[in-house]
Each structure stands twice: as structure tokens, then as C-alpha cells.
């Protein structure tokens, strides 16, 4: 049985920290799962750690569905949320929920995530109605890059943290039952945390969100150009990753793979026989 919103809201109530990270594809999954993660973001960062784009506006709801259905064949009890691309939501709420309703049907995914406040509360609303649980998205929204001028702390302002609370308290109230809080401080992120009933998992806003979302490929170091702030490695993949990979292009070229133990032999018989046996190309 998968881990479930209501177990989810539970952890909160109890005090119990939710650890949720990114997975793509269903070697990912497998990790993951096997690593204890209750939750699993099948995230449109893929754009970026997986297809190489510079955002994740690109991202289609075919990506989405294609990656989705691969992390679901790798997991059996994580719960697993789904990004809902740019442009998949914004413009219509019809649209929205037939998209919403697509990456758990075709995908096979438990619930969606999109970015937005007050300005999406009444599709959130729509979706939730229809049977689709939502997670809220607020901060730092990557798919609105182009408008905040770049990846970039939201929130600092008075202002803008009483627009970051009432954008989480509109979501909550829509009916989503989780919120992801992005480059949002610390202390702002402990006060909406404080004001919602349902969980907050930060991404670069402190310690003190219900839980904590980490990008895979961040946290084990698979990339070795750049390193989020708000990221640990727990590993330097990368490093060793090429080390394996020069030391094979090196045995390769030395001739000392593959040896004896990984290749296949015949008979000594049939070897003779062949030997002896006159081939004529064709």
C-alpha cells in the first residue's frame, strides 16, 4: 500500500519530518524507495537534470507522463506527485483538470503539483473537487523564472511575506493538502508552517518546514559545475562516476577487459572443427 495525503498529514500531526526527493526515471525509483522515502516529486526540474534544458519551461505534459510512468514502475509504496508543465494549468480550468486527471491516469502518479497562489486557488479548488489531490508550489517558482527576473529568495520584503501567508492560507483553504515552500527565509517559512494545517516542504526555506524536498541529482553530486545553496551532497557521484568510466576506456584500450572470467568459451572440439573448415564470404 502507498503512502497516502491523510498518512502525510498525520506525519505533521505528529511531528514526524517528511523527506521527499526528485526521481525521474525507474532506476531512480528504485533507489529512493529502497532508501525509506515516503514521498516522491517526479518533478518538471527533469528539464533542467534530465533533458538539459535551461528551465523548465520547455517541459511538455508528454515529458511529464513519459517519466511519471517510469518512476511508478520502479516504487510500490512511495507516494508519488507529479508536476503539472507550464501552461498545462494557467490558461483555462477545464484544461487544468483534464491535465491533472492525465498524469494520474496515463502516468499513474497519486497526486499533482503546481506552482501559484491566490491567482490558481479556484483551479486548485476544481481539481481537488474532481478527486485530485493538489500540492501547492509557492516562492520560488521556477516555471515563472522569466517574470521574477531570475532564480531568485522571494518573501524578504513585508509585502511580499504577507502575500507569500495569504497565498499558503488560499491553498489550504482550496483544498490542497500540502504546500511546497522554494527560496523562501527561514523565518517566513516557520510562520506559514505555523499558520497551515496541512505540511510545508521546503526547498531552501529552513529547518523548521514540516519536511524537506531535495533534487536527486543535487543531493548525491552528479553534477560538479554548480551546487545549489540550499543543497548538501551526501555524495560526489560525479567524481566517481568518470573515475569508473576512464578507468574502463583504459582497460579497453590496455586490453586487459574483457579477460577470460567475463567471456564465453566453446568446446575445444568444436574449435578444432571450425579450424579445420573452409568459410566462403559471400
Known sequence: MRVTIRDLSKMKARGEKI??????????????????????????SLGHVVMGYDSTVPVTMEDMIHHIKAVMRGSEKAHVVGDLPFMSYQADTAEAIRNAGRLLKEGGCQSVKLEGGRSISETVSKITQAGIPVMGHLGLTPQAVNQLG????????????????????????AGAYAVVLEGVPKQLAQMITERLAIPTIGIGAGVNCDGQVQVFHDLLGLFDDFSPKHAR?????????????????????????PTDKESFSMKPEVVQELTGQHFETV
Do not use: C, H, W
Open 233 to 257: 551532497k551526501y555524495a560526489n557521484l560525479s567524481e566517481i562516476i568518470q573515475g569508473a568510466i576512464s578507468r574502463y576506456v583504459s582497460d579497453v584500450q590496455e586490453q586487459t577487459f
Open 19 to 44: 523527506a521527499m526527493i526528485t526521481a525521474y526515471d525507474y532506476t531512480s525509483a528504485i533507489i529512493v524507495e529502497r532508501a525509506g522515502i515516503p514521498i516522491i516529486l517526479v518533478g518538471d
Open 150 to 173: 531570475g532564480y531568485r529568495v522571494q518573501g524578504r520584503t513585508t509585502k511580499a511575506a504577507v502575500e507569500l501567508i495569504d497565498d499558503a492560507k488560499a491553498l489550504e483553504e
